[in-house]
C-alpha cells in the first residue's frame, strides 16, 4: 500500500449539482450534509445540489459548502474502497481546504469546522464590503517580477499556487495598474477572479481578528497525519499554532506550491484530490508533472479507484 498526499479545494472550485450523487448514493455522505443543514441551520444541502450558482458562490455559502463536500467524499470514499491512511501520509488544503484537512486529519469536528467556515466567509464578506479589492492572477511572469510589480503598485502576493502562477490582492486602483504593468513586464496574461474581495491580503485584518475570537471557542486536537499549514508550508507543529496559522491565513500569502513540493521531497507521489472541481489537479502538472493526482467528488470516481482504474494525471 502507498503513502499519499491528500488534498482539498478552495473557493472557485464550486459548481451548482456538486455533491447530489454522493447524497443520493451513499448514508456516509448524506449524514454529512444532514449534519451541515442542522448546523448551519439552513438547507446548505439543497444549495449545493440546486444552486442558484450566484447564491452558491457569496464567501459565507461557498466556503462551508466545499468544506461539506469534500467531506461527503471522503466518507464515502473511505466506506466503499475501505481506504486506510498510512504513517507518513500528508494533508493539505488551499485556503478555506485546510479546514478540510484539519477534519480529515481528526485535529478538528466537522461540525466546529462548517461553523467556523461559516463564520469566516462572512467575515471575509463584510470586510470586503467595508474595504472593495480584487484579485488578478496572472500567468506567466516570473514571481520576482511580480514582487516588484507589488512593490510599485501596493498590491499584495496572495496565493502562490505553481511555477507561472500567482495571485494578486489590492484596492481597484492597485489591481488595474499591477495588471497594466505585469503586462508590460512579460506576463502572458492575468485574469480577475470571481471572488468577493481582496482576500489574503491586509484588506482581511479586521476579518481576521473577528475569526480569532471564533477559533478560540473551538477544541482542536494533534492531527493524526501531517498537515500542511498554508502559511508556513510546513506541518503544523503544535494546536497552540493551528489556532495561530488559522487566524493568519486570512490575510497571509497561500504558500500553495512550497506545500506540494514539500510532500514531494518527503517523496509523496500519489495524490488524492477530495471535493469539487479539478484545479489543484491542475495546479500540479506545473509543479511535477510525474506526480499522480486521483479525483474523489462523485460516486463514478470512487468505483473507478475501487476497480482499479484510477481517474489520474
Known sequence: MDRYGYLFAGQGAQYAGMGKDLYESFRESKAVFDKADDVLKFPLSKLCFEGPIEELTRTGNCQPAILTVSIAAWEAFKHVTKHQILPGSFAAGLS????SALVFAQAVTFED???LLRSRGEFMEEEAVKKPGKMLSIIGLDL?????????????IANINCPGQVVISGGMAEIKEAERLACEMGAKRSVLLE???????????NASVRLSEEISKINFSEPKIPVISN??????????????????????????????QFMLSNNIRRFFELGPGRVLRGLMRYINNEAQVINIAKKQDIFNFKMGGDDAA
Open 144 to 156: 520576482e517580477k511580480i514582487k516588484e510589480v507589488c512593490k510599485t503598485t501596493g498590491a499584495e
Open 96 to 99: 478555506l481546504g485546510e479546514y
Open 231 to 260: 502559511v508556513t508550508a510546513r506541518p503544523f507543529s503544535s494546536v497552540g499554532e493551528i489556532r495561530e496559522n488559522l487566524v493568519k491565513q486570512v490575510y497571509s500569502s497561500v504558500l500553495w506550491e512550497s506545500s506540494l
Open 195 to 205: 471572488v468577493s474581495g481582496a482576500f489574503h491580503s491586509s484588506f482581511m485584518k
Open 113 to 115: 469546522a462548517v461553523r
